[in-house]
Every structure is written in structure tokens, then in C-alpha cells.
């Protein structure tokens, strides 16, 4: 008996959102997003979070320059206050709008090259009522 494809994953990854830092990591992580788009059709929304934006176009840059013109996708920019952090920014995102996923990087720009997982990724992992792809 052979069976047909599905394409439920498609609708596991309808709307996905990738938290961006510049690091090596989440660039990765965007990678996989694009993969997801290109063979789901996901939209993909890419979020920097930031306390002092001096980096947008930089991080902007980065993106453009992994990804190009190859998908679209929505950049948001979100400015922290001093009493958030990133990781809280990044759940808010999310309750604000209707992610299926969210892929994201497991370490940012720390310098510590020892530790796996970084504290923003831990405490969305650990937090967000989505699916939550961690890249390394």
C-alpha cells in the first residue's frame, strides 16, 4: 500500500516568529525559517529587541544579506524598556499576535562560549505557549 503526503506540518508552522541578535546562532535559526517558508509557505516575522536600537540597520544588514529577497518576511524592531528584558519582550510578542512557532537561536551575542543555552532562550523555551524550535 503506498500512501500520499501530508502536509500537516504546514499547518503546524502557518505563522512563525524568529527572534534576531546578529549572533551566529539566530542567523541559523532564520535559516530554518526560510527552509520552512519556502517548503510550508510559513510567513515569518523577525523581531530584534532592543534597549538602545544603535544596531538595527546593522542586524538588518545581516538578514538581508543571509536571506535576500529569497522570502518575505516582516522585520519588527521592538524597544525594551529598562524594566523588561528580551526574553519578556518575546513573549509578549507572541500573546500580542497568533504565532503557530517560534524558532530562535540557543545562545545570543554572550561571551561565555561554554554555556548551551542562553538565558533568553531557556526562559522562552521554558515559557512560551508555542512550539519552540531551539537551533545550536
Not at 501530508?6 to 532564520?30: H, M, Q
Not at 510567513?43 to 538595527?56: G, L
Request: proline share 2%; aromatic share 8%; glycine share 4%.
Amino acid at each position: 500500500m503506498t500512501y500520499e503526503p501530508t502536509y500537516t506540518v504546514s499547518l503546524w508552522f502557518r505563522k512563525v516568529l524568529v527572534p534576531i541578535d546578529g549572533s551566529e546562532n539566530s542567523l541559523r535559526a532564520l535559516d530554518l525559517a526560510e527552509d520552512f517558508s519556502m517548503r510550508y509557505g510559513s510567513k515569518i516575522t523577525v523581531v530584534y529587541v532592543c534597549s538602545q536600537c544603535d544596531e538595527v540597520s546593522h542586524v538588518k544588514k545581516k538578514i538581508e544579506e543571509r536571506i535576500g529577497q529569497k522570502i518575505e518576511y516582516d522585520f519588527k524592531v521592538i524597544n525594551m524598556s529598562k524594566e523588561s528584558s528580551v526574553a519578556n519582550e518575546i513573549l509578549k510578542t507572541i500573546s500580542e499576535d497568533t504565532f503557530d512557532a517560534i524558532i530562535l537561536g540557543a545562545r545570543g551575542t554572550s561571551v561565555n562560549s561554554d554555556i548551551n543555552i542562553g538565558s533568553t532562550a531557556l526562559s522562552v523555551t521554558a515559557n512560551a505557549p508555542i512550539t519552540v524550535i531551539t537551533v545550536r
